[in-house]
């Protein structure tokens, strides 16, 4: 059966195309900033292919569609694009061309690629202008033919902005600024340009609500060593927020005033900017009107390295938020009939738990839990019409976290429901070991995540058992929940960097075991970089736990651990006991002195 | 006083410096090959300042003259280069300027500056040319001074070639040329030139002696898709050679003819090189004639990764080395009178008793034999003019190994001498875990040294310790003990490379603990990077020992073990008993078996 709405939109989009002179248009999944997440007005690759996954391109010609998608999404593509005329074109599997073969292959000589140079990264719009200039392909950037065709496009998310005390954020706009543009000299540019927006909201002490569970708002800033321009919907700047960006000599602008602004800038001396953080049209304006140093924002660096007030903050929140989570699992561990909730409504009651917290502003994202099977799906989220019956047997594995007014917390415990096997125990300790190895280590100022990773994935590898994810990743202070440029890799991605870690930088540290069909175990601990001893041999840096939840003792066999990982575990239960015993009541206080006993 | 002999060497340079109007001359410290050693031939910068170290960069100017060394040889430099006029540069130190910073200072518009581009790296030339462009300072690399003025030059190295049976080799030289020209077929390069010495001989089977320790011959070499061109010492090849290079239609040149042959040849192709392993001078001449494409040697990665043929082999002759060392400890422990020998003398006696070793070929390099304080520098070498005493106290470091007709050996052993203290047998346990952890561990395909390296260190770091250097090095086959590209170092230095280990490839493990004044431990074993389980979730590798020679336990405290580092210390004193056994009489088989007892 055809699908009619979906065929309607393409021939206008095809109308439109021909009205621009564009014989090819391209639609990625993204908003202006690469978020994590992308909201309603971002959708036009769904509006476009009735494909509602997270991850996909489509490209129209006058005769043809294609999408794009990765293995996550080809039974769902499949069945969404029916009837559309849209052909799927299933991603690294053999024989199928990627999207820059199928343009090359297909695109011929005089002809013109269209996209919406906002959405499109840099990296993606560098490679289509070469391997496309070579055949006489011309790129057009200028135009979201969305945008004339998507009559009820949704409006841009816009809320009012959070500005947040001074105390809050250890530093000043000010100060921030200065430290900037300390930078911007270094490297000799009178210019930066920023659309990147933790690295946004980090320097200019506020938060918004415009992208799900990252406290973001839309915008772009521009500094020069003089001035400081913030692009950002009018809307969203409440009278605290003027009065606040006024005493700031902050300058405002709409946020759609960016291009026309880089456009029309006089500029006098070099730009500092970061390629990977810029959509392609940002940078192709900028760069085609002045020298660009193409560097990591500034503002990466410094706000990944978390002041005192950041840190002693995180501390506290981590705390707070550990207690939440240890509450949490004594009502499952109590609950009587287990059957009596679904996953749904176990991560419900978590975020619930949490949403009493002093400071709660928002979840840092949609909560993880899986039972049983579920959870070797490692991103996994249960709704309320899909999900599993929790029952007294195996797994549940719970992965959370809140943003506060003090910090972001991520967390993820399994625990038993039940009767457990013998080969979960095993597995459930060896990712316990590979956690608290990896949170134990010492090491050399200078290391990265690099070579560091192998201490949590030694003791599954030891076993021919591998995670295929990171070991960790960076963590914002009020922000986004992933966090660059840190990370504990083995290798090297195209979207992970080789940062070393430096004191106050915040990581996460979980290894899992994922087998499909079964279960899935991840144990995640937050840890702190913090200074070590310093001797003649160099500045040595560990880790401390921002975490303090128990680690199912049900769940643990001795057997699989020696005795240096015994030591290591009893010693952070004592610490969660102490930590969390003034938050818990006298029933909470009796369980958990047994769930953090002495093995 | 006036070193007269220096001055008068000077100011011949400089009338040849002015003959061919050179303002300034750079004599750096390097073979045509930038070998691990320099001949005699190779000496310039010591024959032109007295300066006698390893390392070290001469500049010479009309009224100036410059000797750049680095902190090993501030003292020795000082005192050899007194009464020369020749200036100190003390590299590193505050306030010094660097060659290049030197040159951009010194010289003027319309100057020159010559060198020999065949001593050069291509590196230093490029940085030399780009640096002094920008003042219209030309570089002129095409005269070796030297040569004019030195009159009394040691002639270059020259020995008879040894061709060895393919049989040893396991890949003839047409099989391993038709490898190399896969790889420039995939590179779409017509031609290849190579001066990476011991890349040349593992392409040809062939070996030399022209450089200490290492055995291989100066060479060049130039592949095309049909022809196979040689460039070396005429005298150097025997009729066996002779007849072995007619038969595989290698076609000869003598040693000198590679420049005139690269400018003369008619090219109809891209060059595929690699710029960090050829000189400038030749890079130049290349890449001024045809396109090049610089990546790595094919060679480099196909003698790293090491055939069956050459594997048995190797395992083989690690054995027969193992034992040797293994003897030489039991006469070092059974001597009654430890003061009757030096560290010199107990080199010359391991030496001489590898000589008897069927198929052996020579040391690999030059025995280090530390007792006490002496083990604490690195590279020390006892000399039968300097050296300490043996006393029945404390350790003595050995690190030494063999070429034979089989492979390249290397292996340290630190052994107690009689009374060693509590904080020797720490650290000396310490490092036998690390290397032990490390020799044991398992790991995805994928991963490099970089990822590894932690397992050697941890124990040390741990305890706030590190050793200034990198855990592993690779081997070469019968050629150079230190071999690239793979390495196991927790970060990167220019000269190192992050290369992905690859079953094959053979590499040392060797963690130390080194105190100044004190003492210094290395315990190095060698290993081979075996296949190991391959399941859903990767190819999985791991390490085979080839070193077999007991640990010391007169130094080993159980109380800095875990019971799984025990578990490993007794399984490879176990492999050591076994494997050595048929080489030991009975006296010596009775010491083993003690000294690989269970603890």
């Given at each position: 059966?055809e699908?009619?709405?979906?065929?309607?939109r393409?021939?206008?989009?095809?109308?439109a195309?021909?009205a621009?002179?564009m014989?090819f248009?391209?639609?990625?999944?993204?908003?202006?900033?690469?978020?994590?997440?992308?909201?309603?007005?971002?959708k036009?690759?769904?509006?476009?292919s009735?494909f509602?996954?997270?991850a996909g391109t489509l490209?129209?010609?006058?005769?043809?569609a294609?999408l794009?998608?990765?293995g996550?999404?080809?039974i769902?593509?499949?069945?969404?694009?029916?009837?559309t005329?849209?052909?799927l074109?299933?991603?690294?599997?053999?024989?199928?061309p990627?999207?820059q073969?199928?343009?090359k292959?297909?695109?011929e000589?005089?002809?013109?690629?269209?996209f919406d140079?906002?959405?499109v990264?840099?990296?993606?719009g560098?490679?289509?202008?070469?391997?496309?200039?070579?055949k006489?392909v011309?790129?057009c950037?200028?135009y979201?033919l969305?945008?004339?065709?998507?009559?009820?496009r949704?409006?841009?998310?816009?809320?009012?902005?959070?500005?947040?005390?001074?105390?809050?954020?250890g530093?000043?706009?000010a100060?921030?600024?200065a430290?900037?543009r300390?930078?911007?000299?270094?490297?000799?540019?009178?210019y930066?340009?920023?659309?990147?927006?933790?690295?946004l909201?980090?320097?200019?002490?506020?938060r918004?609500?415009?992208?799900?569970?990252?406290?973001?708002?839309?915008?772009?800033a521009f500094l020069?060593?003089?001035?400081?321009?913030l692009?950002?919907?009018?809307?969203e700047?409440?009278?605290?927020?003027?009065?606040y960006?006024a005493k700031?000599?902050?300058?405002?602008?709409?946020?759609?005033?960016?291009?026309?602004?880089?456009?029309?800038y006089?500029?006098?001396?070099?730009?500092?900017?970061d390629?990977?953080a810029?959509?392609?049209?940002?940078?192709?304006?900028a760069?085609?009107r002045?020298e660009c140093?193409?560097?990591a924002?500034p503002t990466?660096?410094?706000k990944?390295?978390?002041?005192?007030?950041?840190?002693?903050?995180?501390?506290?929140?981590y705390?707070e938020?550990?207690?939440?989570?240890?509450?949490f699992?004594?009502k499952?561990?109590?609950?009587e009939?287990?059957?009596s909730?679904?996953?749904?409504?176990?991560a419900?009651m978590?975020?619930?738990?949490r949403?009493?917290?002093?400071?709660?502003?928002d979840?840092?994202?949609?909560?993880?839990?899986?039972?049983?099977?579920n959870?070797?799906?490692?991103?996994?989220e249960?709704?309320?019409?899909?999900?599993?019956?929790?029952?007294?047997?195996?797994?549940l594995?719970?992965?959370?976290?809140?943003?506060?007014?003090g910090?972001?917390t991520?967390?993820?415990?399994?625990?038993a429901m039940?009767?457990v096997?013998?080969?979960?125990k095993?597995h459930?300790?060896?990712?316990?070991?590979?956690?608290?190895?990896?949170a134990?280590?010492?090491?050399?100022?200078?290391c990265?995540?690099?070579n560091?990773d192998i201490?949590?994935?030694q003791p599954l590898?030891d076993m021919?058992?591998d995670y295929?994810?990171?070991?960790?990743?960076?963590?914002?202070?009020?922000?986004?929940?992933?966090?660059g440029?840190?990370?504990?890799r083995w290798?090297?991605?195209?979207?992970?960097?080789?940062s070393?870690?430096?004191?106050?930088?915040?990581?996460?540290?979980?290894?899992?075991v994922?087998?499909e069909?079964?279960?899935g175990?991840?144990?995640?601990?937050?840890l702190?970089?913090?200074?070590?001893e310093?001797n003649?041999d160099?500045?040595?840096?560990?880790?401390?736990?921002?975490?303090?939840v128990p680690?199912?003792?049900?769940?643990?066999?001795?057997?699989?651990?020696?005795?240096?990982?015994?030591?290591?575990?009893?010693a952070?239960?004592?610490?969660v006991?102490e930590k969390?015993?003034?938050y818990?009541?006298?029933?909470?206080?009796?369980?958990?002195k047994?769930?953090?006993?002495e093995?």
């Amino acid at each position: 059966m055809e699908n009619v709405v979906i065929r309607e939109r393409l021939a206008k989009l095809r109308a439109a195309m021909q009205a621009h002179q564009m014989d090819f248009y391209l639609i990625p999944t993204a908003d202006y900033h690469h978020s994590e997440y992308v909201d309603g007005f971002f959708k036009a690759r769904e509006y476009f292919s009735g494909f509602t996954g997270s991850a996909g391109t489509l490209v129209v010609s006058m005769t043809e569609a294609g999408l794009w998608t990765d293995g996550r999404y080809f039974i769902q593509a499949e069945k969404e694009i029916r009837g559309t005329g849209v052909t799927l074109f299933r991603m690294l599997e053999e024989g199928v061309p990627t999207i820059q073969e199928y343009l090359k292959d297909k695109m011929e000589s005089g002809q013109t690629l269209g996209f919406d140079g906002k959405v499109v990264s840099t990296a993606l719009g560098e490679e289509l202008e070469e391997i496309l200039g070579k055949k006489q392909v011309s790129v057009c950037y200028d135009y979201d033919l969305a945008q004339e065709v998507w009559t009820d496009r949704p409006k841009l998310p816009n809320h009012p902005l959070l500005v947040l005390e001074d105390s809050l954020c250890g530093k000043t706009l000010a100060q921030k600024v200065a430290q900037v543009r300390e930078k911007m000299a270094e490297k000799e540019c009178a210019y930066h340009v920023l659309s990147k927006l933790d690295d946004l909201m980090w320097l200019f002490n506020i938060r918004g609500k415009d992208v799900t569970c990252n406290p973001v708002a839309l915008s772009y800033a521009f500094l020069s060593m003089d001035d400081i321009h913030l692009f950002i919907q009018q809307d969203e700047i409440t009278e605290e927020a003027n009065a606040y960006f006024a005493k700031n000599q902050v300058t405002l602008h709409g946020y759609d005033e960016i291009i026309p602004f880089l456009k029309e800038y006089s500029y006098a001396g070099k730009m500092l900017l970061d390629k990977k953080a810029l959509s392609f049209a940002l940078y192709k304006i900028a760069s085609d009107r002045t020298e660009c140093v193409n560097e990591a924002n500034p503002t990466e660096l410094l706000k990944a390295i978390k002041n005192d007030t950041e840190l002693e903050n995180s501390r506290r929140v981590y705390i707070e938020d550990s207690a939440v989570l240890t509450k949490f699992i004594f009502k499952m561990k109590q609950l009587e009939d287990k059957t009596s909730l679904n996953e749904y409504e176990a991560a419900m009651m978590v975020d619930d738990m949490r949403r009493e917290v002093p400071g709660f502003l928002d979840l840092s994202f949609d909560t993880i839990c899986g039972f049983k099977e579920n959870a070797a799906m490692m991103h996994y989220e249960a709704t309320a019409e899909d999900h599993k019956q929790l029952e007294p047997e195996g797994m549940l594995l719970v992965d959370s976290g809140g943003q506060y007014l003090g910090g972001t917390t991520d967390v993820t415990r399994t625990f038993a429901m039940g009767t457990v096997t013998e080969k979960m125990k095993k597995h459930f300790t060896l990712v316990a070991v590979g956690m608290l190895r990896l949170a134990a280590a010492k090491f050399l100022q200078g290391c990265s995540g690099r070579n560091l990773d192998i201490l949590a994935r030694q003791p599954l590898w030891d076993m021919g058992i591998d995670y295929k994810c990171g070991t960790g990743h960076g963590i914002g202070y009020i922000l986004n929940v992933h966090e660059g440029p840190q990370n504990i890799r083995w290798r090297y991605t195209a979207a992970s960097t080789d940062s070393v870690l430096y004191p106050g930088m915040i990581v996460s540290d979980e290894p899992g075991v994922y087998l499909e069909g079964e279960y899935g175990i991840r144990t995640e601990n937050i840890l702190e970089v913090v200074l070590d001893e310093k001797n003649g041999d160099g500045q040595f840096l560990s880790f401390k736990m921002l975490t303090y939840v128990p680690i199912d003792l049900d769940l643990i066999d001795k057997k699989w651990m020696q005795p240096r990982d015994i030591e290591l575990l009893n010693a952070y239960h004592r610490d969660v006991y102490e930590k969390l015993a003034p938050y818990m009541n006298e029933e909470e206080l009796v369980w958990l002195k047994e769930a953090t006993r002495e093995i």
